[in-house]
């Protein structure tokens, strides 16, 4: 079922006159194609195609709702699959194209009299069609289909696909209230909490990895890092283009990790770091525009790289290179507290002894304490258990904290800690941080089952968070995720009028919030899940030319553009590519994959820009 989840509609090829396979024509713009391009034109979104490749050989069509299936086939009586293999794109291969429609191997037509035999009905009202059997040649080798629909022997509809991650999109981001509001963030390596979150720069000198430290020392005193735990240091480390890439990544690593043994020498605390190391093309180009350099633009790299050998040349490039010797230095940070350094078999007594002389605020403390050491595995997952917490007025804030840190260690579930949070409203007026978590909770746990029921009164309780003293941005975040699940919900009720106006409602919302590129990608991938791409653009576009855009988006929003050909030659996507090949190549020419084995599509080959960034950063030739 991937390629019903995951394929898109790409776009048609041109209309030519040549001689087919099977005695097929290509009628599309002619009368008898006329009733199925309407019928077509006017199909939903949300209804999807898709070819499907089976290990043993079987090809497979799959159409994601049986009435529009039955739609089409009233108007249409057969069906072609034109598969295309990635050897056709090889580097040294000059003519790529050739004439007529079809571009690959033409399966035999499947006729509509054919088709009960070879349907198959799934449980979720999609349909499976096996069209036919790939020829042996083909048989173990990169890839794609591309539908034909026919009309006799007339073809009416022909579609390339194109890939785009669209099935994997969340709710935002939402956080909890103990304490303080704790922010989970989610990496490779796992999920960490933080409270705030610093980014800085240092510059570097040619050739050098070493800096001043006094830089460094500046940068630590002015935001305070004495007073803060690092939980998480991210580098993003940036040579000047000239020399050898070799050396370049070598400089760049040997600058993250000094700049890393430096913080820890000050805040020796770090738990979890991250580098990237690339050459600093995004800046360089950027730079040179509107300059005597700025045609250098329409080089390659590597005619770049040549040019630049010659040292006169180089070096009267040097006051731009000034400025992209760099790292980007991004820190999410915790606050310290007197009992950092207490060791594991002291701090329940410490946290008992508070309780006992009713210190709340420092019980609060010291169990947020022994929460991050059970996130960072220093303790063991149950040790919360351990902690006596008397069910009284005066401790409300102490058992919310412990609930909270409960629930976010899996240790609880949503059902139950719900329970327990609004027994604890009856001890208190002061019910505006439950409230919130509460909320939270509950639309974790729609989100968990998002074909569930919409849970009742959820909206009016999220609703009247403000007059709480809940921020107003909060309760947005909130309303919105409340919105990501409401129109899931219509959209697997067929109520799609209700789904649409969900999905204005965030469209309008999201705007007045302070968003990450986290949140813009998580948005992003629900916007295009609806097919609403041009939402999805419209949100990512003022991130992905900068340097220091999250890496997911930069890549979602290069999905995205593969819709738009005529965008290709464009300044903000050439940098967008550019931006992708630093950040992560192996990622990048993955695009060129087949897109049933997670590519977008090896067809993007077709256009003279991706075969020339393919075959010289991608292709082993």
Known sequence: MKSILLLLFYFQLSYVSAQQPYELQDGRDGKYCYQLKSIINSKPKEILFGIDFFENGDVYLIVSNKEWFDKIFSYANGITIDVITKEKYKCNTEDINGNGLFKGIVLAPLYKQNFDANLKFLDNGAILLKV?????????????????????????????????????????????YTDSLINPNNTQTGIFHYQKK?????????????????????????????????????????????G????????????????????????PEIKQSSIIASENWVDFFTDIRGTEYEYLLSL??????????????????????IKERK???TLYVSPKNEYSKTKNNDI?????????????????????EIAARIYDNKLPNDYLNQL???????????????????????????????EKLNELKKLTNDTGHINYNISAITLHQWNNDSNSIIPNNLLEYISNLPVQGIDQSLVKRLLINYHILLSNYCYSKGKYEEKDNALQFIKETYQSLNLTDEDIYALAKYFAYYSQFNWAE???????????????LLFYYINLQFYHPENFSSEKFQKAILNAENLNLKRFCNFFKPNDKGGASIQLLDNKIFRTIYCESCSTK
């Open 132 to 176: 036919g059997h790939l020829p042996k040649s083909l048989l173990n080798k990169e890839i794609e289909g591309n539908l034909a629909i026919l009309n006799g022997n007339i073809v009416c509809y022909y579609q390339k696909f194109i890939n785009i991650p669209r099935s994997t999109w969340s709710i935002l981001p939402m956080g909890f």
């Open 198 to 242: 610093f980014q800085t720069a240092i510059l570097f000198s040619k050739n050098k990895y070493s800096f001043k430290e006094s830089v460094l020392n500046q940068i630590i005193d002015s935001l305070d890092l004495r007073n803060f735990i690092i939980n998480r240091i991210e580098i993003r480390s940036y040579a000047s283009i000239e």
């Open 244 to 267: 050898s890439l070799k050396t370049n990544v070598y400089l760049m690593n040997k600058r993250a990790e000094g700049i890393i043994e430096k913080i820890s020498t000050r805040t």
């Open 300 to 321: 390659s790299k590597s005619e770049i790289k040549n040019k630049l050998l010659d040292t006169g040349f180089s070096k009267k490039l040097e006051p731009y290179f």
């Open 327 to 329: 790292a980007i230095i």
């Open 348 to 368: 329940v007594d410490s946290f008992d002894l508070a309780i006992r002389n009713k210190n709340i605020n420092k019980a609060r403390v010291i169990l947020k």
């Open 388 to 418: 006596e917490i008397p069910f009284e007025k005066e401790n409300v804030q102490l058992l919310n904290d412990k609930e909270v840190y409960e629930y976010d260690l899996n240790q609880t579930p949503e059902e139950e800690v719900i």
């Open 538 to 552: 419209s949100l990512v576009d003022s991130r992905i030319d900068k340097i220091n855009v999250n890496e997911d």
